[in-house]
């Protein structure tokens, strides 16, 4: 699980560094699919990751509102705060916790319960699925996208005969 949120931050902070050479107009541009473009997509992963997480752990989530982070240093500031409560959640996983439930209200006003080793594989699932969104915009921008692939990363320590 760890591996995977690790490898997923990696990523994000590739694709902060990879739109620093965009203009703030390609950056807001609204694209078809996804939530409507490049950096609100970048806002609504980090969005999503920490209001999972909050929920999980009992503490109240807020919506944010994109209009106030509509600028990459915005955006990159937003997510570090909110990396300070996901991290260490996600570091302190254990085998344990898979099968703590989440329960929410729906908006039918019927309650829904999810358990928190799915909800975790959900919150991975949905920003691979959004980088990938992101990989098709970057080649319509005429950019090569910073690279996906899990292997060379670094992410495993301590393999035998790894280096």
Same mark, same amino acid.
């Given at each position: 699980?760890?591996?995977?949120?690790?490898?997923?931050?990696?990523?994000?902070?590739?694709?902060?560094?990879?739109?620093?050479?965009?203009?703030?107009?390609?950056?807001?541009?609204?694209?078809?699919?996804?939530?409507?473009?490049?950096?609100?997509?970048?806002?609504?992963?980090?969005?999503?990751?920490?209001?999972?997480?909050?929920?999980?752990?009992?503490?109240?989530?807020?919506?944010?509102?994109?209009?106030?982070?509509?600028?990459?240093?915005?955006?990159?500031?937003?997510?570090?705060?909110?990396?300070?409560?996901?991290?260490?959640?996600?570091?302190?996983?254990?085998?344990?916790?898979?099968?703590?439930?989440?329960?929410?209200?729906?908006?039918?006003?019927?309650?829904?319960?999810?358990?928190?080793?799915?909800?975790?594989? %959900?919150?991975?699932? %949905?920003?691979?699925? %959004?980088?990938?969104?992101?990989?098709?915009?970057?080649?319509?921008?005429?950019?090569?996208?910073?690279?996906?692939?899990?292997?060379?990363?670094?992410?495993?320590?301590?393999?035998?005969?790894?280096?």
């Amino acid at each position: 699980m760890q591996t995977f949120f690790r490898y997923n931050w990696m990523v994000r902070e590739e694709w902060y560094k990879w739109c620093e050479d965009l203009t703030e107009e390609e950056l807001l541009k609204p694209r078809v699919g996804g939530v409507g473009g490049i950096l609100k997509t970048l806002f609504h992963i980090a969005d999503v990751e920490w209001s999972w997480t909050m929920g999980m752990v009992g503490k109240p989530d807020f919506q944010e509102d994109f209009a106030e982070f509509s600028s990459l240093e915005k955006v990159r500031e937003l997510d570090a705060r909110f990396r300070l409560e996901v991290e260490p959640f996600v570091l302190s996983w254990n085998e344990g916790m898979e099968r703590n439930v989440f329960t929410e209200q729906q908006p039918d006003g019927s309650m829904a319960a999810n358990a928190w080793g799915e909800i975790m594989r %959900h919150m991975i699932a %949905h920003e691979i699925h %959004h980088i990938g969104q992101l990989s098709v915009w970057a080649r319509e921008v005429g950019k090569k996208p910073p690279s996906a692939n899990v292997i060379g990363k670094g992410l495993v320590d301590n393999l035998p005969g790894k280096v």
